[in-house]
């Protein structure tokens, strides 16, 4: 059985107390791989050798730190098809997602952080005629990147991608969900020519690990995507440290469909929005607000086309819904299907396990895209994140209404708006309390702009200079020109 190790300076090590977890394939339920279960003495290693490479890399010139950035990407192409398999298989995502999606990210996130820092600029201000400041942008050292199971790879190294580029040294910790991409790209720094230390992942739990890494003081950064909750106790840790955190959270965003909308883009890309990753992405439109007079026939046309999805083993090329990431995700995901029929809901679409499964995948965590009607905007399954392949669809009356449901939530991540009104589309974009709003479309991603959530739904935001800022520190210099008066 293969075993993940950490990635220390360069090498792959184990855990120090010797000890593993478990790494189950959702697809099938079994345990396929190990992996180190990390404790603090893990975490001091990695710090230890992030710290030392730190000031060899943070005076590598930047085109120097460029070209070893593009290098990995380049590898991470290379490899794209046995990076999607080793992500299918820990995470239960179809393979053809990963192929398309997830991986191609992962190699984009390198390589427009890669270019970006040969661009990135600081400020400066002239004071009247009598003094001029400019503004140092400098690295600021070790960084701590915590990142989920969903998107694994894509979003470990849509932190640590602009992390190192700015020339900070890292120490990741993956989620212990899904651990096998994050010791590739290990094997891959390594073959591009990363400075060993640049990049240290250490593996293991949450609550030991990841807390590990964040209370350490010589881990003045941390950059956290996960849960609100988790990101709750991060920035308790933090806090009295003051360090430096940026934090992309959960979501309950709504998808909001007119009914002048055109059908034939608003119902598929809704689809897409409610059930992509078997609806575990953060940007998920979990929540589908149609106008009164389209709701009959939006409903239908949805139903219907979540009935086509085909849901089966993730490794099958025709399969557009997988597994979903464990037996305790799938028992939450399932106790907020029986949750909505106690509220009153309608399951008109999906409700639980699939039948006809492959022989392989029998003892997998299946569940079917989900259909519910029936509830309000204000019960608890249209309020709290379900993170599943769960959607519900509510009926408004008017924008001022629907206003007030998108924005009922303590989440504030994304939101979609399907209209062909110009004005109407403005006016909801102004409105509505999130970090995106999408008009017309669902996740089209452009790296340049800034990405994170409002209320609980985030602090700070990642993305193109936004993230450049983060993993750097001002410091601002003033000369002052002017003879005496
Ligand atoms: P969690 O918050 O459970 O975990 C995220 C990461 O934090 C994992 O690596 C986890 O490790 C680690 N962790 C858990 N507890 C601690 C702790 N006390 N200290 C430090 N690290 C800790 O989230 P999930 O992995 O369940 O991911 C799903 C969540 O992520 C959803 O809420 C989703 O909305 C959100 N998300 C947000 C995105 C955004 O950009 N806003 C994007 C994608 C997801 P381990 O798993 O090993 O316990």
Known sequence: MESVRNFVSGELVDAAGGRFLDNVEPATGKVYSRLPDSDERDVERAVAAAEAAFPAWSSTPVEQRSKVLLRIADLLERDLDRLAHAES?????????????????????????????????????????DAINYTLRRPRGVVGCISPWNLPLYLLTWKVAPAIAAGNTAVAKPSELTPMTALLLGEICNEAGLPPGVLNIVHGLGSKAGAALTKHPRVGTVTFTG?????????????????????????????????????????????????????????????????????????????????????????????????????????????YIALAREEGGRVLAGGGPPEGLPERCRAGFFIEPTVITGLDATCRVNQEEIFGPVVTVVPFEDEDEVLEYANGTPYGLSASVWTENLARAHRLADGIESGTVWINCWLLRDLRVPFGGMKHSGVGREGGEEALRFFTEPKNVCIRYAREP
Request: glycine share 10%; net charge positive.
């Open 89 to 129: 298989v820990d995470g239960g995502k179809p393979l053809t997602r990963a192929r398309a999606g997830e991986i191609p990210r992962a190699v984009k996130n390198f390589r427009f952080f890669a270019t970006a820092i040969v661009h990135f600029s600081s400020e400066s201000h002239a004071t009247d005629r």
């Open 227 to 335: 849960g609100t909750v988790t990101g709750a106790e991060i920035a308790r840790a933090a806090a009295p440290l003051f360090k430096k955190i940026s934090l992309e959270l959960g979501g309950k965003n709504p998808n909001i469909v007119f009914a002048d909308a055109d059908m034939d883009r608003a119902v598929p890309g809704s689809v897409q929005a409610a059930f992509a990753n078997q609806g575990q992405i953060c940007l998920c439109g979990s929540r589908i607000f149609v106008e009164r007079r389209a709701y009959d026939a939006f409903v239908d046309r949805f139903v219907a086309a979540t009935r086509k999805l085909r849901i089966g083993d993730p490794l099958e090329d025709g399969t557009d819904q997988g597994a979903v990431v464990s037996r305790g995700h799938f028992d939450k995901v399932m106790s």
